[in-house]
């Protein structure tokens, strides 16, 4: 399969716990981006990266949340002290580089998190 | 008011009929992207377009830049078309909060 993959699907977590998610981009893809989505709601933008750097962070974005993609290739959302209003669908996209600033995206299943 | 808008919020439809989803935006846009989600919650992207109109299978995406305005239309609905429709406005990735599609045999 060479779609976009995200590892967990599914993460139940205690309120102050630090959960980190996984996202494997289509490999030739340059961008990867992280969306927040809640219940009924669209999804939400958080942050993108080309190739290692990241290139812009939503204000959503709180100083208890990092992404971090290292090589250039997967990345890693990190949630620390969670609280049961980060319970949402966290949603992983990759594309490559557009003509304009954001082209057409190829999402990933996302990562049910639950915070009790 | 929200920077994306869409209608109607839920759309119910036997199979067989014409839809339309209207995606009203108040932001200057480069591209408009239509979305679908099934539940569970896979995203799959339908259309970018930043002017006129595109046509895939049943699938027709217009848009009107001077309006502000695009619409998603599904000629001959099935029941495998039910699903949550976003529209999402480039160039602050703002996504619509999504039209549910109930299509019934």
């Known amino acids: 399969d060479t779609g976009v993959s995200q590892d967990p699907r599914h993460k139940i977590t205690k309120r102050g716990q630090n959960v980190t998610f996984r996202c494997d981009p289509i490999s030739e893809h340059n961008r990867l981006y992280w969306y927040r989505q809640t219940l009924g709601q669209g999804p939400e933008f958080l942050t993108y990266f080309q190739n290692e750097a990241q290139l812009e962070k939503s204000r959503l974005l709180s100083d208890r949340f990092s992404a971090e993609r290292p090589k250039g290739s997967f990345s890693t959302l990190e949630i620390q002290r969670t609280e049961q209003g980060d319970s949402a669908m966290y949603l992983c996209?990759?594309?490559?580089?557009?003509?304009?600033?954001?082209?057409?995206?190829?999402f990933g299943p996302g990562t049910r998190l639950t915070v009790l | 008011k929200n920077e994306v808008e869409q209608s109607p919020q839920n759309l119910t439809a036997q199979e067989g009929e014409f839809i339309t989803i209207n995606c009203s935006y108040s932001v200057g846009i480069s591209a408009l992207h239509w979305l679908q989600q099934h539940p569970g919650g896979g995203i799959v992207s339908l259309f970018m377009?930043?002017?006129g109109k595109k046509k895939h299978g049943r699938l027709i995406a217009t848009i009107n830049i001077q309006e502000k305005h695009s619409s998603l239309h599904i000629t001959a609905s099935h029941p495998r078309d039910s699903a949550v429709y976003i529209c999402?406005?480039?160039?602050?990735?703002?996504f619509g909060t999504g039209t549910r599609l109930q299509v019934f045999p």
């Open positions: 996209a990759s594309s490559p580089i557009p003509r304009g600033r954001f082209g057409e995206q190829f």
């Open positions: 377009l930043s002017s």
């Open positions: 999402a406005v480039a160039d602050k990735l703002i």
